[in-house]
Nanobody, 119 residues
Framework: QVQLVESGGGLVQPGGSLRLSCTASGGINSVTYMAWHRQTPGKQRNLVATINRGGDTVYADSVKGRFTISRDNAKNTVYLQMNSLKPEDTAVYYC?????????????WGQGTQVTVNS
């Protein structure tokens, strides 16, 4: 029932910017945190950034100072603003929600959106 829909991916030149969005719908009773992860073929999925219920944020060292995670609780949406993009940022980006649906605590994932940084 819970669904996360992502948008905003695409092709951008090095040094450019992109903003990803993820909107959650369905029977979520309580959110512990939302996060963005990224993954390339043959590699593990790595954490990019998280934001908890109080708005506290955590970033991977590789994106610190360049990416900003934010949320809009009224719209049940999380964003990832990506600036000064590098080719190493190329990956499929996944939205993640960790929270309760009824009495069950679980992770929910978006469908993924491709970000390609290439000149």
């Amino acid at each position: 029932q819970v669904q996360l829909v992502e948008s905003g991916g695409g092709l951008v030149q090095p040094g450019g910017s992109l903003r990803l969005s993820c909107t959650a719908s369905g029977g979520i009773n309580s959110v512990t945190y939302m996060a963005w992860h990224r993954q390339t073929p043959g590699k593990q999925r790595n954490l990019v950034a998280t934001i908890n219920r109080g708005g506290d944020t955590v970033y991977a060292d590789s994106v610190k100072g360049r990416f900003t995670i934010s949320r809009d609780n009224a719209k049940n949406t999380v964003y990832l603003q990506m600036n000064s993009l590098k080719p190493e940022d190329t990956a499929v980006y996944y939205c993640n929600l960790y929270g309760y649906s009824g009495s069950v605590l679980a992770n929910y994932w978006g469908q993924g959106t491709q970000v390609t940084v290439n000149s």
